[in-house]
């Protein structure tokens, strides 16, 4: 999908358009990373094109989704986008390390947008799921923390 797909986003004001740079699914590799004719990867002619598409809001309403599985890429991604917030799923179930992620993108201009959904709403199987859930969240929540005084 291309431009004609975000610009349907960008006419509202205060929303974004989420594009898909480079996801934690294995499949990912059947396209994302595929060299161009460029040399480089589909994944970053992603992020330089979709990165001008949003006009001169385009901090504002345009946003890139890189997996935390593939967290020593979020440098590379930072070099192209250094600006714009991303949103990165992958952390706990998909065993993507918040403490990498937060290492390799975070910076002091814009944030990290980090989603854990599986690792939190399946962390126990039995009655007791609801307060592992709440155990889980406080737990990356907790680390989260640390991690932004740390880098911040």
Known sequence: ????????????????????????NKSADDFETLKLE???PLWKEVLRKASTWGGEKTL????????????????????????HFLLVPGVGAQRGSLAEVAANGMNSK?????????????????????????????????EMAALLDRYL
């Open 1 to 24: 999908m291309g431009r004609d797909s975000a610009d349907a986003f960008f006419k509202y004001e205060d929303k974004w358009a989420v594009i898909l740079a480079l996801t934690s």
């Open 38 to 40: 460029n040399g480089g």
């Open 60 to 83: 504002d309403n345009t946003m890139f989704v890189v997996g935390a599985t593939r967290a020593e890429t979020l440098r590379e991604v930072r070099e192209i986008v250094p600006d």
């Open 110 to 142: 814009c944030g990290l947008l980090v989603n854990s959904s599986r690792g939190i709403i399946y962390a126990d199987s039995t009655e007791r799921f609801a307060e592992a859930a709440a155990e889980e969240a406080r737990k990356m929540q907790t």
